[in-house]
T-cell receptor, first 114, second 116 residues
Framework: DVKVTQSSRYLVKRTGEKVFLECVQDMDHENMFWYRQDPGLGLRLIYFSYDVKMKEKGDIPEGYSVSREKKERFSLILESASTNQTSMYLC?????????????FGDGTRLSIL | AQTVTQSQPEMSVQEAETVTLSCTYDTSESNYYLFWYKQPPSRQMILVIRQEAYKQQNATENRFSVNFQKAAKSFSLKISDSQLGDTAMYFCAFMNRKTSYDKVIFGPGTSLSVIP
């Protein structure tokens, strides 16, 4: 089974802090994704990566950046956290070209910005 | 651009009864996948069922089945013999087969409560 591990289930940070959310996968998947999940809005794509050091903006990239230095790890960075970034953050992976597998998700990180 | 709509934000069903969750989508593509994902309270999102658009036969996984109406762009999920463990958020999702990046578009979700 694919295992997608997010570093924290719950996180509390202060406004203006730089926040790192980490995601690690163990299935050698090419594609990795960061979403935020808010009630009534479903999952919205922040950024995704299709290879090491490659990244693409999703639908709501403002205020976020990402890093993928190794294939198995994809980090989401809130450069200067704000209260409107309080949300559930989900990491997911996908098998890549020719696979068309559904995405596999981590447990999520519930982030609160005070 | 593709969009996915779930018109029922919340639903409830008695244990052992049958419930149907609605989903509609909009796309100009002809070759795509549709999915239903389940997210139990405080637990991981998992795939429930998937449908390939070129297949006319509706997908079935145990108590879960879909009614795929391609012309109407409708993809509903039927849960038979509902169990307490079916209580969860359910997301309908779309993926274009042409994409190489597994990008999936999700609907806003339906919160299903199974009542004992």
């Amino acid at each position: 089974d694919v295992k997608v591990t997010q570093s924290s289930r719950y996180l509390v940070k202060r406004t203006g802090e730089k926040v790192f959310l980490e995601c690690v996968q163990d299935m050698d998947h090419e594609n990795m994704f960061w979403y935020r999940q808010d009630p009534g809005l479903g999952l919205r794509l922040i950024y995704f990566s299709y290879d090491v050091k490659m990244k693409e903006k999703g639908d709501i990239p403002e205020g976020y950046s990402v890093s993928r230095e190794k294939k198995e790890r994809f980090s989401l960075i809130l450069e200067s956290a704000s209260t409107n970034q309080t949300s559930m953050y989900l990491c997911a992976t996908g098998g890549g070209r020719g696979h068309n597998q559904p995405q596999h998700f981590g447990d999520g990180t519930r982030l609160s910005i005070l | 651009a593709q969009t996915v709509t779930q018109s029922q934000p919340e639903m409830s069903v008695q244990e052992a009864e049958t419930v149907t969750l609605s989903c509609t989508y909009d796309t100009s593509e002809s070759n795509y996948y549709l999915f239903w994902y389940k997210q139990p309270p405080s637990r991981q999102m998992i795939l429930v069922i998937r449908q390939e658009a070129y297949k006319q036969q509706n997908a079935t996984e145990n108590r879960f089945s879909v009614n795929f109406q391609k012309a109407a762009k409708s993809f509903s999920l039927k849960i038979s013999d509902s169990q307490l463990g079916d209580t969860a958020m359910y997301f309908c999702a779309f993926m274009n087969r042409k994409t190489s990046y597994d990008k999936v578009i999700f609907g806003p979700g339906t919160s299903l409560s199974v009542i004992p």
